[in-house]
């Protein structure tokens, strides 16, 4: 009996240990002519004479209510305001977590540790914030999206001069451009998995060209034709990820137009340090390194993309 006993106080101070772990919840939604709902859910610690209250600038004018939401009426909107918890007794130690809904459809979620008591009001995403984050989303993209990396590679490998590489790698430009908008926008819609399986599959091409040497090959006598063809399918594929991480609510357009624009500027930047490395290996060891080193590099391009292709359909499969 007394193990028993001491069993059930030791599940007991459990339960109870984990009630405190409970955050306080308060949710803030903006409605028309800067009017907000505040909804507040407490822990079973918070007694109803402790509920606490979220602070807001001098120009809100705060409703009374018993029960239910409160109504938050502000003469300008609190956009940027630092807003803070608190509680009329006394403090209770337990973590907050903050969610806001904006009228434009925007929420945004803050989790705040045990003991902080304050937070700052989001507002509605501007052109500029907006444009400087998909910007950075698009370049980070295509820096660790190497199927798209290597078929630079490959590219620029066979168009071998300054204006066959630029002519070439417009061509792909301009088609994934394309594809990105309309997917992106819902325009057309296909499945990843066959996308992505296809995409390794056009690395593979490449690198089959690669093999042939300089100027035996489809993609030197037709470049903007072969770029452009698979510019589309890696179109796709940028979208794929776009659409996972999300268009703004608000400004869809431009999210979507910086998004292109930063994987464009990755695009060149690392196109640029792939011409920069070959230049710098012919002027070390000659015109060798293109004539004998295709096959090698033609070989080890086509591994990787096999491999990828066999990955992606066992994947899909």
Known sequence: MRFLASLLCVLAASLAAADDLRPLVVEINEHTDHRYLLRIRTP????????????????????????GPTLIACVDPPHGAELSIRYPRHEVANPTVVRVNLETGESHTMALSSGVRSFRMPGPEDVVSVARQYLWLGAEHI????????????????????????????????????????????????????????????????????????????????????????????????????????????????????????????QVIFALGVVLLIRASIWIAGETVLQRGHVVAGYAVGCIAAYWLIERLAGYA
Not at 194 to 213: C, K, N, Q, W
Not at 226 to 250: D, K, Q, T
């Open 143 to 266: 820096w660790i999206g190497f199927d798209h990396l290597l078929f630079l590679v490959c590219l620029i490998w066979i168009a071998r001069t300054w204006k066959r590489i630029v002519i070439t790698i417009t061509g792909f430009t301009l088609a994934h451009s394309v594809t990105l908008a309309l997917s992106a926008l819902e325009v057309v819609r296909l499945p990843v998995p066959p996308i992505e399986a296809v995409i390794a599959l056009s690395v593979l091409f490449l690198a089959s060209e690669v093999t042939r040497g300089p100027r035996q090959n489809l993609t030197w006598r037709y470049p903007i034709a072969v770029s452009s063809a698979f510019g589309l399918l890696h179109g796709l594929g940028f979208a794929a990820v776009l659409n996972e991480i999300g268009l703004p609510p608000v400004e869809v357009v431009t999210g979507l137009v910086f998004f292109n624009v930063g994987v464009e500027i990755g």
């Open 44 to 67: 079973p610690q918070v007694l109803p004479n402790n509920v606490p209250q979220v602070v807001f600038p001098q120009t809100c004018s705060i409703g009374e209510s018993t029960r």
